[in-house]
């Protein structure tokens, strides 16, 4: 058995350099917490190759075993109920590690050219190492409550991070907003956490997970409402998932967080922290499947409509950030697809495995479209893509990179998307028709919109600049090289053999119609984007103009964001706060205002203090303590 | 038992009164230029009442059973006693002040006095004891919360305070004496098997808990809390919030677990509609206060509205969460409490929107200051959190879900208006902020220990077994 103690280094050196560069980095050059930042963070990529390749292909194994290096016991509730801190490893933990520490290496890198000469240089670093160090956490946590404390640390780094540039309005009113909405997800989390914990008397992943184990059985049987207590715990869960990886209709947020700085939205908004609810429910999968199979194909409903509501909204937007954000919800919908159809044990576990495998090739492919998206940015200083076009010959770089991940979000062979995504299709095929032709549909639009950002950006008329944009210096491009190059080829990583949901390796048929079907949609979206925007045309207007209302409908992202503002403003605001803001103001406030006059003329004291509201109290308390007494006695002794 | 095994067993209150007594003849002997010295004195005398009250004692009961004495009381009057000692530690930039200089002697002994008070309460063994506790903690508080007796809100506190307890008391009293009239009895262990769901018991039962739920401060028995709180000087206002609510809280539970357990399904739904509206009115009046005392005081009427929830745990788990949560509630609170005094002692400013740009200015205070908040709203990892979430498990373990549901729902809320501290101290710009000044040296320790406390002690799983150990000795 080979010793993986070391594994706990990984999460450990970023936070260490969190610790040194938060303390000290104000007193050092900002550059010294940057290349400290990099340093420790290339330490953990290789202890994480080498976990990786110990761990899948050092030796030939029938079944994966799960193995926990490191378990050190923080709370004890109860003999039985206990809370620990450690290390787990197994297929998709140490899949997560590799992903982590490749993205968030790559960002440190690359900020070291993006963000330099920026106010609080040395802050943005600090806070990247404690944003990996806690989602390495996340990743290994062994129990669920472990989990759920990294759960709320990415929350929190998170929002520090997106109102980085604090001076900014737009981004202090996106972390608020980030925050608030996590925050109501965390909620139904903790509750499902509570519920799950207190009727099987366990917070581990392992107990819970074991198929066939007996410690359901006292949950079994009761219900609330007309769901199972299970559900209604799988499904809070779930919640707080969702809020995470922003599925509807918690997704509001993500498309505002992305005011951070460009490296962030890459590494927190694209490729890790949003897919941490997609990995909760894979690790929990076991959990969905044999005992709330109901809770698991809502998921799968969930992210179905995701996935299409998000790529439709993306086709209409002009900001590349946020065109990149709805497509990053549209693309974490294939993932809850795939777990949403899977089966368990064999050839069944398809779908799981497709959606691990997706979100593998997403997180290179994704960070690698914001990456160049902050390239661009840098070049060309805006958002927009109107301020842009013909960028190819200032770019060349860039234009290549793009393409390279724009081709594999399309599922254009051989690039890593085509197989991730193809076997998302194929797995929902054989189980769930409605949510295959909602996702090939969804993979249409998906080449669409990319390619229209693609031609709108690199190709269609050549503007003038009014400074010539020139491509990003050596920092930034050597990161956009190295994804460029996983985005093309880790597709041809043999997931079925390292991940399933039973832990043992399967075979795969390939299917010839479905993959010849998922890359002619592709293809046709493609050339839809080709004769729309490679040259500059009025037909998108045409277009837009004749689908009139449906068009802005789509541009104002369904309104939903009018349509929280109107709950919260309007009914929540009027009904509940106006009520209790009159009573506190005519009722309580009235019978204190005296408090301000008073000290000016002592005789108003004097006034206030005989006929004041001390009667007032002593009323209130005494009619307080009759009607406990009338309800009780009626209640009990009645 | 020896005379010396009853010392032992009276130690924590024998020790308050001898520290009261040595206060008082040293402030005789003290010529009046010299008078301040009586500050760093009483701090030094209270931290060795504190060592010495950690001496450990066999469990015993003293009076025949009017007085009883075990490791967890004794560990509860120990962590009074260090919320006492960082509560003289932070009060003496107030007390140095030119108006208090001939009453600085009357500020520590009232305190001790009203300490001793509920020393004898927590350890009481029957409802005459515990009332006598009980009426020995109010009074002296009266004239604490009037000690600013020339300015006119602080008297008016200490006069509305003393009336409205005398009306709790009364309404207590006359609870204890229907129990009685029903039981026979005024002792805790002969009473318990006597009590039913009889009419008499039942009236008995819910004045007992408005006179109790008036000094926890619950709603609807909490209108006194905010003006008196506001009137108050701050560090009492600090002692009101965290010693006298805790040291009640923690009888209140004994007497509910041993007396009351056999209308355990009574009481239960009591302390659930107490909960749910203390919880939400308290949330809802502190979002918009803007005096950090009043403020302050409606958080902590919603933090006794969670701490019931502790209650409703019952057993050795909800007695132990209790506890637990007091002693990070102490940390917390008086880590919040201390920056407001420390910046009203250096700039008389106490509202929320003279906060604001504090950061630029006095980035340490304001730090101690986000951290307690963090901590009262109970955000991972400080401790706040662990206080909360074992809390919420007390209630669980007996499945109260719905209930859990609203109060994370309350905590949810609350998050709005600690943060908006938070916010005007951190974000919100201003051209003349409070200017930077250094606190004295014993205000800074006392800040560090409550900074220390927050951040260890919920990881430190070692506590919490602790006082498990201690609880499940008991029930």
């Known amino acids: 058995m080979t010793d993986y103690s070391y594994t706990l280094l990984i999460p450990l050196i970023p936070f260490v350099v969190f610790v040194i560069t938060g303390l000290f980095g104000m007193k050092w050059k900002p550059i010294v917490s940057g290349v400290m930042g990099t340093a420790g963070l290339a330490i953990s990529f290789v202890l994480s190759l080498l976990a990786g390749y110990q761990y899948f292909f050092a030796s030939a194994v029938e079944s994966y075993p799960t193995i926990i290096p490191f378990n050190w016991l923080w709370l004890s509730l109860t003999d039985t109920l206990q809370i620990q801190m450690g290390v787990l490893l197994d297929p998709i933990s140490v899949m997560m590690l590799v992903v982590v520490t490749t993205i968030s290496l790559m960002v440190h890198i690359y900020s070291l050219g993006y963000m330099k000469g920026e106010k609080g240089f040395e802050r943005f670093y600090a806070f990247l190492s404690l944003f990996t160090f806690s989602m390495l956490g996340l990743v290994l946590s062994t129990n669920i409550f472990e989990m759920f404390v990294f759960y709320e640390l990415v929350g929190a780094c998170s929002y520090l991070l997106i109102g980085f540039y604090y001076e900014k309005p737009s981004a202090i009113a996106a972390m608020k907003k980030a925050f608030i909405v996590t925050r109501f997800a965390d909620l139904g989390f903790l509750i499902g956490i509570l519920i799950l914990s207190f009727y099987t008397n366990t917070f581990d992943f392992e107990k819970l997970t074991q198929p066939g184990s007996d410690i359901y059985h006292n949950i079994a049987g009761l219900s609330f409402m007309g769901i199972s207590a299970l559900s209604w715990a799988m499904g809070l869960v779930f919640a707080g998932a969702a809020g995470k990886s922003a599925m509807f209709p918690f997704h509001i947020w993500l498309p505002d967080a992305m005011e951070g700085p460009t490296p962030v939205s890459a590494l927190i908004h694209a490729a890790t922290m949003v897919v941490a609810g997609v990995f909760t429910v894979a690790r929990l999968f076991p959990v969905y499947y044999f005992h709330t199979p109901d809770v698991l194909i809502f998921i799968g409903y969930v992210g179905g409509f995701t996935s299409l509501f998000a790529a439709v909204i993306a086709i209409t937007q002009y900001d590349i950030k946020r065109i990149l954000a709805y497509s990053t919800l549209s693309q974490i919908g294939y993932m809850m697809v795939g777990l949403g159809v899977s089966g368990y044990g064999g050839e069944a576990g398809l779908g799981y495995m497709a959606g691990m495998f997706h979100l593998f090739t997403h997180a290179m492919f994704k960070a690698l479209l914001f990456l160049t998206a902050g390239a661009i940015i840098h070049a060309v200083h805006s958002n927009y893509m109107q301020d842009m076009g013909g960028l190819r010959k200032y770019l060349p770089i860039t234009h290549i990179t793009f393409l390279a991940a724009a081709l594999a979000i399309s599922g254009i062979p051989p690039f890593a998307g085509f197989f991730s995504k193809d076997e998302i299709l194929a797995a929902a095929y054989h189980s769930n028709k409605l949510l295959f032709y909602t996702e090939y549909i969804t993979a249409g639009i998906t080449s669409f919109y990319i390619f229209r950002l693609y031609f709108g950006v690199f190709w269609g008329k050549n503007r003038k600049y009014e400074h010539k944009p020139h491509e990003a210096p050596l920092n930034m491009t050597i990161p956009l090289i190295f994804l460029a190059l996983a985005s093309t080829f880790v597709g041809f990583i043999p997931f079925h053999n390292l991940i399933s949901p039973d832990l043992k390796p399967f075979a795969t048929e390939s299917e010839p119609v479905l993959i010849t079907a998922s890359v002619l949609i592709g293809l046709l979206g493609i050339a839809g984007a080709w004769v729309l925007y490679k040259k500059e045309n009025d037909m998108p207007e045409k277009i837009a103009n004749w689908l009139g209302g449906l068009y802005t409908t789509t541009y104002h992202k369904f309104y939903i964001d009018e349509i929280y503002m109107f709950i919260t403003k309007k009914i929540l605001f009027n009904l509940v706060a106006r009520p209790i803001a009159w009573f506190d103001r005519h009722i309580v406030d009235g019978t204190m205002m005296g408090i301000g006059a008073m000290t000016v003329a002592v005789s108003d004291k004097i006034k206030r203090f005989q006929s004041g509201e001390m009667q007032q109290y002593a009323f209130v308390y005494v009619a307080g303590a009759i009607l406990f007494v009338l309800t009780f006695l009626y209640y009990f002794a009645g | ?475």
Request: aromatic letters at 14%; glycine letters at 8%.
């Open chain 2, 1 to 475: 038992m020896t005379g010396f095994q009853t010392i032992l067993l009276l130690r924590h209150e024998l020790l308050l009164i001898v520290a009261a007594v040595v206060i008082i003849i040293y402030d005789l002997l003290l010529p009046a230029e010299k008078k301040s010295r009586i500050i760093h004195f009483s701090m030094i005398l209270f931290a060795f009442v504190l060592l010495l009250g950690l001496i450990p004692s066999a469990p015993g009961e003293l009076f025949g059973g009017s007085f009883q004495e075990n490791k967890l009381t004794g560990f509860m009057k120990d962590i009074l006693n260090l919320a006492v000692l960082i509560i003289f530690l932070q009060s003496g930039g107030y007390l140095r002040k030119t108006e208090n200089a001939h009453k600085m002697a009357e500020f520590f002994v009232l305190i001790i006095f009203t300490l001793t008070g509920m020393d004898f309460m927590i350890s009481s063994g029957d409802f005459l004891t515990f009332f006598i506790g009980l009426e020995t903690a109010s009074i002296p508080i009266a004239g604490l919360v009037a000690y600013d007796q020339l300015k006119s809100r602080s008297a008016e506190a200490g006069v509305k305070l003393i009336l409205l307890s005398a009306l709790s008391s009364g309404v207590l009293l006359y609870g204890i004496s229907m129990i009685y009239g029903a039981t026979g009895s005024i002792y805790f262990r002969d009473i318990a098997p006597e009590i039913t769901t009889s009419p008499l018991v039942i009236l008995g039962f819910i004045f007992f808990v408005s006179g109790m739920g008036f000094k926890i401060s619950l709603v609807p028995y909490h209108l006194w809390t905010a003006d008196v709180y506001e009137g108050a000087p701050i560090n009492i206002t600090a002692y009101l919030s965290v010693v006298s609510k805790g040291a009640a809280v923690f009888i209140f539970a004994v007497i509910l677990f041993t007396v009351f357990k056999n209308i355990i399904h009574a009481w239960e739904s009591v302390l659930y509609a107490l909960a749910v509206l203390t919880m939400t009115i308290g949330n809802l009046f502190a979002l918009r206060q803007d005096n950090i005392k009043r403020f302050l005081a409606f958080s902590s009427i919603a933090q006794a509205g969670f701490i019931l929830l502790g209650i409703m745990g019952t057993g050795s788990l909800g007695m132990t969460t209790i506890v637990y949560f007091i002693l990070i509630y102490i940390f917390t609170n008086l880590a919040a409490f201390g920056v407001a005094a420390a910046i009203f002692d250096a700039s008389g400013v106490e509202t929320i929107s003279g906060y604001k740009g504090l950061y630029s200015t006095n980035p340490k205070l304001s730090l101690v200051m986000m951290l307690a908040l963090f901590s009262l709203a109970g955000i991972p990892p400080v401790a706040g959190f662990f206080g909360k979430f074992f809390l919420f498990t007390s209630a669980g373990s007996q499945g109260y879900f719905i209930l859990i549901l609203i109060a994370v729902a309350n905590a949810t809320v609350s998050l709005y208006y600690y943060l908006r501290v938070v916010k005007a101290m951190f974000i919100d710009k201003n051209d003349q902020p409070i200017a930077a000044f250094k606190s004295s040296p014993t205000m800074r320790i006392s800040l560090l220990i409550c900074s220390l406390g927050i951040f260890f002690v919920g990881f430190i799983s070692g506590i919490f077994e602790y006082i498990m150990s201690l609880s499940s000795m008991l029930f």
